[in-house]
């Protein structure tokens, strides 16, 4: 089946008690069991819900995980909290390799949970093969690839990344909140583990927080799914089921967010108020040859550069109405913000500091004509 159709349909089958067509919320925290021990594969919703379950069918089909193959996916409460739970799979003395523009919360998450219990980790410019192969260690577990990068917008060659990472025995985990699988399938291309914040196009209506790991690898997939019962950072079935409906569109959607990033890009790049843009559709960005092989399309982020430094971008994410002030992507609405601020304040003063005056754009699903007049009038 085709991707569309496994949105719709992998682990969806119609209810078997009901006929209902939508998987339920399964608002339960047990199970009654016919006997001590006997239970029809649910006993408690730490372990196993059966609107989680769906929502880890679906999102393990998409990412390209072969039904019955051992791999799958386990859905957490947020991003952070399947970062989390890779995190346990470190041991102090271990090594970690990160992108140095890294989400502020991987960078934090990195820096000050992991690095205060003993894992060493060496930021590095992952679009450059020479730059991780400088930061592998022999103590190196785990090699961090966002692609594309948030908030700069970079891409790494995932295929090279898996290949480096393989040779030095560590396994490479993709950050693929901003692409989804829609537009690029890591495991695919090498990679050992996918991660997700669904917070953003996965859920894609800025209405709920979560979570996923997927991996092909059966016996990853074995030990992420104790931790998630051991650790418990599960979603709710609730948060489950609108993830779930939001898989349901996330193709069309993912379209129209292409489309709409890519006509706002080009306004941008040509407007003389702006001194630069990030997109890695358009033809001069540096990843742009590589986003065009792996991806199925360049995304819905854009980041640039008003002229006039950290103050214009401040009153220029100050004074659009259409795209809203805020935190967070992915939804249908056009979110605006400035990292150095908001989202990326964490990482300010180190060497992953952002560009104070650089501006993200969350490209929705509106009409691109109203987009770009908002930008137009708030560039002033
Ligand atoms: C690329 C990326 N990864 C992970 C996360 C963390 O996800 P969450 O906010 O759902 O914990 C975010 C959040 O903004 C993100 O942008």
């Given at each position: 089946?085709?991707f569309e159709?496994r949105?719709?349909h992998a ?5 078997p008690t009901t006929?209902?067509v939508v998987?339920?919320?399964?608002a ?9 021990g006997e239970?029809?594969g649910y006993e ?5 819900n059966?609107?989680r379950?769906a929502l ?8 390209g995980?072969?039904?019955g193959?051992g ?8 991003g952070?909290?399947a970062?989390a739970?890779l ?11 990160i ?7 991987t ?6 949970v992991l ?7 060496t930021?590095?410019d ?14 190196t577990?785990?090699?961090w690839?966002?692609?594309?990068t ?8 995932i295929a ?6 393989h040779a030095a ?15 690029q399938?890591?495991?695919?291309l090498?990679a050992d583990?996918v ?6 196009y996965l859920?894609g209506?800025?209405?709920v927080v979560?979570?996923?790991l997927v991996?092909a ?5 074995e030990?992420?799914r104790?931790l998630?019962?051991?650790a418990?950072?599960?979603?709710g079935?609730?948060d489950?089921?609108l993830?779930l409906r ?6 069309l ?5 292409c489309?709409n990033?890519a006509?706002?890009?080009q306004?941008?790049a040509?407007?003389r108020?702006?001194?630069q843009?990030l ?6 960005h540096r ?7 792996q991806?199925g399309?360049f995304?819905g982020?854009?980041s640039?550069?008003?002229?006039g430094g ?5 009153r220029?994410?100050?004074?659009t109405?259409?795209f ?9 609405e056009?979110l605006?913000e400035?990292?150095?601020?908001m989202?990326?304040?964490s990482?300010?003063?180190?060497p992953l ?7 993200r754009l969350s ?5 691109p004509d ?9 560039l002033?």
């Amino acid at each position: 089946m085709k991707f569309e159709t496994r949105a719709i349909h992998a682990g969806q089958d119609p209810d078997p008690t009901t006929g209902a067509v939508v998987v339920p919320i399964y608002a339960t925290s047990t199970y009654a069991q016919s006997a001590p021990g006997e239970h029809s594969g649910y006993e408690y919703s730490r372990t196993d819900n059966p609107t989680r379950t769906a929502l880890q069918e679906a999102l393990a089909s998409l990412e390209g995980v072969a039904e019955g193959s051992g791999g799958g996916c386990v859905a957490t409460a947020s991003g952070m909290a399947a970062m989390a739970l890779l995190g346990y799979l470190l041991r102090p003395g271990d090594h970690l390799v990160i992108p140095d523009d890294a989400y502020g919360g991987t960078f934090r998450f990195v820096a000050r949970v992991l690095g205060e219990q003993g894992v060493a980790w060496t930021a590095a410019d992952l679009t450059d093969p020479a730059s991780l192969a400088a930061a592998l260690r022999a103590e190196t577990r785990l090699v961090w690839v966002e692609t594309p990068t948030n908030p700069m917008l970079r891409v790494v060659d995932i295929a090279a990344a898996a290949a480096a990472a393989h040779a030095a025995g560590a396994r490479l985990v993709v950050d693929n909140t901003l692409a989804t699988p829609y537009l690029q399938r890591p495991l695919d291309l090498g990679a050992d583990v996918v991660l997700h914040s669904s917070t953003k196009y996965l859920g894609g209506h800025s209405d709920v927080v979560g979570g996923a790991l997927v991996t092909a690898d059966p016996g990853l997939h074995e030990r992420l799914r104790f931790l998630q019962n051991a650790a418990g950072p599960v979603p709710g079935p609730f948060d489950c089921f609108l993830v779930l409906r939001g898989l349901k569109t996330l193709a069309l959607r993912m379209e129209r967010h292409c489309e709409n990033a890519a006509r706002v890009a080009q306004f941008l790049a040509a407007d003389r108020r702006v001194c630069q843009v990030l997109y890695p559709g358009l033809p001069g960005h540096r990843g742009h040859a590589v986003a065009h092989r792996q991806m199925g399309g360049f995304g819905g982020m854009v980041s640039f550069r008003p002229r006039g430094g950290a103050e214009a971008a401040h009153r220029v994410a100050s004074a659009t109405e259409v795209f809203f002030l805020a935190e967070s992507l992915g939804g249908v609405e056009s979110l605006i913000e400035v990292p150095a601020a908001m989202t990326h304040l964490s990482v300010a003063g180190t060497p992953l500091e952002v560009l104070a005056d650089l501006v993200r754009l969350s490209v929705g699903v509106e009409h691109p004509d109203d987009l770009i007049e908002d930008l137009d009038r708030a560039l002033g």
